[in-house]
């Protein structure tokens, strides 16, 4: 009889496993995939792209966001918004952190920014670029990354449209005390100096990776603060000089 009720004990394992197994396997089969391109999924995710879609039709981009490979780190309307901004920074209190282009427009005697297509398409295009890379990579395909570690795993150089160099790798986060084995985060980091490539990185991390539309593979940025293009001073200086044309709105 105990030899029994352990078989049945047995057999009832055995089943609650596979059933188990089975979730498991169904649940794998859900995919990021889009059923269009990219241009179409950045128009079609209003939130967060829609200014970003914009903006790759002001860059005179749109061609290839419909039917270029490439692999492209999206970053939302809300790093547009910061990196425009406004002119209403208590010089008190001011803090670079809050910074913007119309402040920095504002101060230099200019006039600032009121509609996107006053900014002209060469440094949309320019600041686009610096997002996109020729290669199609899903988060597998990169290396792993310790920014802490970065002698042993260092990710792996990229340069991107631009030719500026990145940064891209995978975070292995730690779990119950192990390393490494948790959680697993693509960052990408602009490196402003190419002469210097361990100095003053600009991570930015990744809140949805390998999302697929029929061209190419979309990674979209999680908003930390950052600055369009990493860099306010640079955005700024190509304003100032190019100089902004009449809105068409």
Same mark, same amino acid.
């Given at each position: 009889?105990?030899?029994? =009720? ?8 055995? /089943?609650?496993?596979?059933?188990? +197994?089975?979730?498991?396997? +169904? ?7 889009? %059923?269009?391109? &990219? &241009?179409?999924? /950045? ?11 914009? =903006?790759?039709? /002001?860059?005179? &981009? ?6 270029? *490979? ?5 970053? %939302?309307? %809300? ?39 006053? !900014?002209?398409? @060469? ?21 792993? =990354? %310790?920014?802490?570690?970065?002698? !042993?795993?260092?990710? @792996?150089?990229?340069?991107?449209? *631009?030719?500026?160099? @990145?940064? !891209? $790798?995978?975070?292995?986060?730690? @779990? *119950? ?38 061209? $190419? &593979? ?10 369009? $293009?990493?860099? /306010? ?17």
């Amino acid at each position: 009889m105990k030899k029994l =009720i352990i078989a049945c004990a047995a057999l009832l394992l055995v /089943l609650n496993a596979c059933k188990r +197994d089975e979730y498991y396997i +169904d649940g794998g089969k859900v995919k990021a995939e889009y %059923d269009g391109n &990219m &241009m179409q999924y /950045l128009q079609a995710k209003k939130v967060p792209f829609d200014t970003v879609a914009q =903006i790759v039709k /002001l860059a005179g &981009m749109e061609q290839q966001f419909s039917s270029e *490979n490439f692999t492209f780190f999206a970053f %939302d309307d %809300d790093v547009v918004r910061k990196t425009i901004g406004n002119i209403h920074t208590n010089e008190k209190d001011r803090n670079p952190k809050f910074e913007s282009l119309n402040q920095l427009l504002y101060e230099a005697g200019r006039d600032t920014v009121k509609t996107l297509d006053q !900014i002209s398409p @060469a440094i949309w295009r320019k600041y686009l670029q610096r997002y996109m890379f020729k290669s199609v990579n899903m988060l597998k395909d990169y290396p792993q =990354i %310790d920014l802490n570690l970065r002698s !042993i795993y260092p990710g @792996a150089l990229h340069y991107d449209y *631009n030719n500026d160099v @990145a940064n !891209i $790798g995978v975070v292995f986060y730690d @779990a *119950n005390g192990i390393k490494y084995i948790g959680y697993r985060q693509l960052v990408l980091s602009y490196i402003p100096d190419v002469s210097k490539p361990n100095d003053n990185w600009y991570p930015s991390y990744v809140a949805s990776s390998d999302i697929k539309p029929t061209n $190419g &593979m979309v990674h979209s940025l999680r908003y930390q603060g950052a600055y369009l $293009g990493f860099n /306010l001073y640079e955005f700024f200086n190509d304003v100032y000089n190019t100089g902004l044309t009449p809105s068409n709105k």
